[in-house]
C-alpha cells in the first residue's frame, strides 16, 4: 500500500515534532563563564531562545552571580549575540531591588537594565511573555509564586519566537512539577559549599556539581 509522502512532510513541518536526527547536536549555548558547568550543557553553554528554570530554597545563594557573566555579555554594546543592539535584561517582579553598583562590577550594562513591577502573579507572567516573545529582550528574568505547565510552555514558545533567554526562579517543591524549559537546575547551599544540580538538559544528561561559585 502506497503511503501519502506529503502528509508526512506536513507533519514533520510542525515545529513541535521532535526528529531525533536534527537534535543530535545541540545548537550553540550562551558561554555561561564557568567552564565546568559548560562541559555538561548541551551546546556547551545556557541554552538560547528557550527557558531556564532555577530552583532556590532561599534567594540569595548564589543564583544571580551564576547568571552575571551570561547576562553582561548579552548587554554589552560589543555583544557577539545576533542583535542590532544590546539587548534588554528585563527583570520582571524581582522580590529585591537590583542593586547597580554590583552589576556594574560583573559588567552589566545598565543602559540595557529593564524592571518590571507588576500587580500580581498573572500580570507578571503575561509580562514576562511579552517581554520574551518581543524580540527586543536578551534575557527576561522573573520570580512566579506558581508556574504550572501550561504557563511554562507559553513561556517557552515566547522564548522561540523572541530568540531570547528565560530564566525563572522556583522554590524546590517544584522539581515533582511537569514543566516545559529546557533546562531545569536545582542550586543548594551549605556549609560545606554550593551545589549545582542539573535535573534536566534537553539533549544532555543530569549531573551534580559541587563547589561552582
Known amino acids: 500500500m502506497r503511503r501519502d509522502s506529503s502528509s508526512l512532510d506536513k507533519l514533520l513541518e510542525n515545529p513541535r515534532v521532535w526528529r531525533g536526527h536534527s537534535q543530535a547536536h545541540a545548537a550553540p549555548g550562551l558561554t555561561s563563564g564557568y567552564e565546568v558547568l559548560?562541559?555538561?550543557?548541551?551546546?556547551?553553554?545556557?541554552?538560547?531562545?528557550?527557558?531556564?528554570?532555577?530552583?532556590?530554597?532561599?534567594?540569595?545563594?548564589?543564583e544571580l552571580r551564576l547568571?552575571?557573566?551570561?547576562?553582561?555579555?548579552?548587554?554589552?554594546?560589543?555583544?557577539?549575540?545576533?542583535?542590532?543592539e544590546p539587548g534588554w535584561i528585563a527583570w520582571v517582579a524581582p522580590p529585591f531591588q537590583p542593586y547597580p553598583p554590583a552589576l556594574q562590577q560583573w559588567g552589566i550594562n545598565l543602559s540595557r537594565m529593564l524592571i518590571v513591577r507588576p500587580k500580581n502573579d498573572s500580570e507578571m507572567l503575561w509580562s514576562a511573555e511579552q517581554a520574551l516573545s518581543s524580540g527586543t529582550c536578551a534575557a527576561?528574568?522573573?520570580?512566579?509564586?506558581?508556574?504550572?505547565d501550561q504557563a511554562s510552555r507559553r513561556?517557552?514558545?515566547?522564548?522561540?519566537?523572541?530568540?531570547?533567554?528565560?530564566?525563572?526562579?522556583?522554590?524546590?517543591?517544584?522539581?515533582?512539577e511537569p514543566s516545559a524549559a529546557a533546562l531545569r537546575i536545582e542550586l543548594?547551599?551549605?556549609?560545606?559549599?554550593?551545589?549545582?544540580?542539573?535535573?534536566?538538559?534537553?539533549?544532555?544528561?543530569?549531573?551534580?556539581?559541587?563547589?561552582l561559585l
Open 38 to 62: 559548560d562541559r555538561h550543557l548541551p551546546g556547551g553553554g545556557w541554552p538560547q531562545s528557550s527557558l531556564t528554570e532555577i530552583l532556590v530554597e532561599h534567594y540569595g545563594i548564589g
Open 67 to 84: 547568571l552575571m557573566p551570561a547576562l553582561a555579555e548579552l548587554s554589552a554594546e560589543d555583544s557577539s549575540q545576533e542583535y542590532s
Open 140 to 148: 527576561v528574568l522573573l520570580w512566579p509564586d506558581v508556574l504550572d
Open 155 to 176: 513561556l517557552q514558545l515566547a522564548a522561540e519566537k523572541g530568540n531570547s533567554w528565560g530564566i525563572a526562579f522556583r522554590p524546590p517543591a517544584a522539581r515533582t
Open 188 to 211: 543548594q547551599s551549605s556549609g560545606e559549599g554550593t551545589r549545582l544540580h542539573i535535573l534536566k538538559s534537553r539533549g544532555g544528561r543530569p549531573a551534580v556539581l559541587h563547589d
